[in-house]
């Protein structure tokens, strides 16, 4: 192999190895963000009305958060906040899992999601179809945010010198692709 390719190989190795390092840091730095009470917080599929995989964990929002969250599906389905924060947690203890999922397996994220519609349909008394607008209008505002806070990021780290932009482009793009980070949902 010449010593070009060799070059080449190991830079490209390199920028995949930063992407990957920035890719995990921007998500631990997503855990540690508290969110804005804004109607962009999603219900995600286990119940909890997080993202996904998100900021306060995938098994139920928890402390502040939660009001937030189920703040802002009520303003979506134009009912009353504690009555979406009781129907998310009644759905949530009667939909916790008894043991861990086996290795290598995860919960059907899309099953989960319409049993937590139907169960949100069912107890505030809204058409099923209303729920599951309002959840994926939530899921695609939390997404918007979360692709707009990862190009702050990157953007601030070719501003910084830390990255290239061809570098911070293929971050991007490995995000949305779902090869790193939590992109692609």
């Known amino acids: 192999m010449t010593r070009t390719k060799k070059m080449t190989l190991g830079l490209s190795a390199a920028a ?32 909890s009305t997080g993202t996904g995989q998100e900021h306060m964990g995938r098994h139920g929002a928890r402390g502040g958060q939660g009001m937030e969250q189920a703040s802002a599906l ?21 939909n916790k899992p008894t043991t861990p ?12 999601e319409a049993a937590l519609a139907k169960s949100l349909a069912q107890s505030l ?11 994926q209008e939530i899921r695609s505002e939390e997404q918007a945010e979360r692709a707009a806070a990862l190009k702050t990021r990157l953007d601030k780290a ?5 990255l290239t932009q061809a570098e911070a482009d293929a971050v991007t793009k490995a995000v949305q692709n779902g090869v790193i ?3 692609g949902r």
């Open 74 to 94: 009520a303003a979506k389905l134009g009912v009353d906040e504690a009555k979406v924060a009781d129907a998310l947690k009644s759905f949530r203890d009667a």
């Open 181 to 183: 980070g939590g992109g």
């Open 16 to 47: 995949l190895a930063l992407g990957a390092g920035i890719g995990v840091a921007g998500m631990a730095s997503a855990t540690t963000t508290t969110p804005t009470p804004s109607a962009s917080s999603s219900a995600s599929a286990d119940g």
């Open 125 to 135: 008394g809204i058409d099923e179809a209303k729920v599951t607008a309002a959840l």
């Open 158 to 162: 070719v501003t910084d010198g830390k």
């Open 101 to 112: 999922p086996a290795e290598g397996q995860k919960p059907d994220p899309a099953a989960r």
